[in-house]
């Protein structure tokens, strides 16, 4: 009971701080930027992925340009800079009232240092679900006002998914499930960072390294990476999203209709991300436990 | 439909028939008059459009089966619309349309044996048009000559790569239109920079991004014989 009753105030505590409202308002504006952006020039982003097969195909700009295509565009840019916002929050749970001299008086309360470190999280998660709500609202439901609906194309590095527009909207709903637990895992991440600081600066900022650095790696494809660090780095995982918007064909070469590809791969996915959350949080506990709180 | 065919078609159809005599002077004749009675057949067909089913097969793309409808206008405006959805449909799919290839006026044409198709002994036509405007260079048709059914075609073109398109007839062979088309035509490779889709890995081995064959199936559901298509449809 005493659990629900810290994670209420620390709600209410994150949603009393302006600088809360700062990821809500960024979020809204970048997505309007980006659709008005594809609203005018929509067809030389098409152009770019589409280039190499105009001599050989019709490729249909208008029908592409829809509000599936454009929110997919949107998550894809965007979900990659979110853990800059998660840690914004997460960062700043304990070291925030280490630095404002109040998490001495806190643990003091009749709450276990467990309940109180779990609650806070559980209050990062609640505003990372939140966050995302938001940014399904607008990426979504606004483009699909913008632009429509059709079916979904999805462009990899060397192959193009042709969705039918009666079996995306289940992937999207997937895809968010699946962004939220990656968000909630560097939530875990910036709160366990945030036991060892003494001021929010340090856990946001090293949360932020952290997820920088582990893209890096992933991104330059080093087969010595590829083998070691990045089948286990989060930033890999992360991606998991994108695989429901991947689909699997039949031998003969089509797409079957409510199909992922590979979704063992994706539950594997979801495992260590969740692997990382119980990591992370346990340590966090741990930590909060022995610490020898002074301020 | 065929009954009642006025007059001044069955002269046009007369004209043109001497038309590609006159012009393929260099030609075998057996060659010339066997495309002449099956251009005959084919120009039945002022327009049409259809229902149909289309499959593409393409190593790099994964696409659902889709519904389609093909619209066709005399002599060689063919367009594939995807009505309710997204398809990528190949630039190629104009020389589905027979017409393409019959409606030549200067070619050189010479028999080239025979060869079964689909359980059916067909003549091989080999065209060459002479004009250099012509987007198709040469032309292979394989004739069933009972029926004057053009039962497969390759078709090589300047700009495109080479054609090839086998036809299977159902209850409107009596003017030349097929119930099934089944194209295939070279692709090109197709590869983004690394890093630009951020892909996520769930480790399925990736497509190999060199040229290879690409098909598309056509199964025709239902036509609309001439009714009249407005030219604005095809820009």
């Not at chain 1, 208008?62 to 965007?78: D, K, P």
């Not at chain 1, 709450?111 to 990372?128: C, D, G, M, P």
Request: aromatic share 12%; net charge positive.
């Amino acid at each position: 009971m005493m659990f629900f009753e810290v994670l209420r105030i620390e709600l209410f505590k994150i949603f009393r701080r302006p600088r809360t409202f700062i990821a809500f308002g960024a979020i809204a504006l970048i997505i309007l930027l980006i659709q008005f952006a594809l609203k005018v020039n929509g067809n030389e982003f098409i152009l770019f992925f589409t280039d190499s097969q105009t001599d050989t195909f019709e490729i249909p700009f208008g029908g592409i340009l829809n509000g599936y295509f454009v929110c997919v565009a949107v998550l894809h840019i965007i979900l990659v800079h979110v853990p800059l916002l998660v840690a914004l929050i997460a960062g700043d749970m304990i070291a925030g009232e280490a630095n404002s001299g109040t998490l001495r008086m806190l643990a003091t309360k009749s709450v276990t240092r467990t309940e109180l470190v779990l609650a806070k999280f559980a209050a990062s998660a609640v505003y990372v679900i939140l966050l995302l709500l938001w940014m399904a609202l607008f990426a979504l439901v606004g483009s699909l006002l913008l632009f429509g609906a059709n079916d979904l194309v999805v462009f990899k590095e060397t192959d193009l998914h042709i969705i039918s527009n009666t079996d995306v909207v289940w992937r999207f709903i997937a895809a968010f499930f699946f962004a939220a637990l990656a968000l909630i895992m560097i939530a875990a991440l910036s709160v366990l960072l945030s036991v060892f600081a003494e001021n929010s600066l340090g856990p946001i900022v090293a949360t932020v390294c952290i997820v920088i650095v582990f893209t890096i790696l992933q991104q330059l494809k080093v087969p010595v990476f590829e083998q070691t660090i990045n089948p286990w780095s989060f930033t890999t995982h992360m991606l998991g999203w994108k695989g429901f918007f991947y689909v699997e064909k039949s031998a003969d070469g089509i797409a079957i209709p409510g199909s992922i590809e590979n979704p063992i791969a994706l539950v594997k996915s979801g495992a260590i991300l969740l692997g990382y959350i119980v990591l992370f949080m346990s340590a966090a506990v741990w930590a909060f436990r022995k610490k020898d709180i002074l301020s | 439909m065929l009954v009642a065919l006025p007059m001044k078609k069955i002269i046009l159809s007369l004209l043109s028939f001497f038309m590609i005599v006159a012009t393929a002077q260099a030609s075998d004749p057996a060659a010339v008059a066997l495309l002449a009675s099956v251009k005959k057949k084919y120009d039945l067909v002022n327009d049409y459009s259809a229902r149909a089913r289309l499959v593409t097969n393409v190593i790099f793309i994964k696409a659902p089966v889709s519904q389609v409808t093909v619209y066709y206008r005399k002599p060689d405006q063919l367009l594939v619309k995807n009505e309710k959805g997204i398809s990528f449909i190949p630039k190629g799919t104009v020389h589905i349309n027979m017409n393409n290839v019959l409606g030549l006026t200067n070619f050189e044409a010479v028999l080239s044996g025979t060869e079964t198709i689909d359980g059916v002994l067909c003549t091989v036509v080999k065209i060459f048009p002479l004009s250099e405007e012509e987007s198709i260079t040469r032309a292979t048709l394989y004739i069933d000559p009972t029926k004057l059914l053009v039962r497969r075609s390759v078709v090589s073109t300047k700009e495109s790569g080479t054609y090839s398109i086998r036809m299977k007839y159902g209850s409107y062979s009596w003017c030349g239109l097929p119930s099934e088309v089944a194209m295939e035509f070279n692709t090109r490779d197709y590869k983004l920079p690394k890093g630009t889709t951020l892909d996520y890995d769930n480790g399925t081995p990736k497509a190999s991004g060199l040229p290879q064959k690409g098909k598309v199936l056509i199964q025709y559901q239902e036509y609309t014989l001439n009714k009249g298509l407005p030219a604005s449809l095809f820009r």
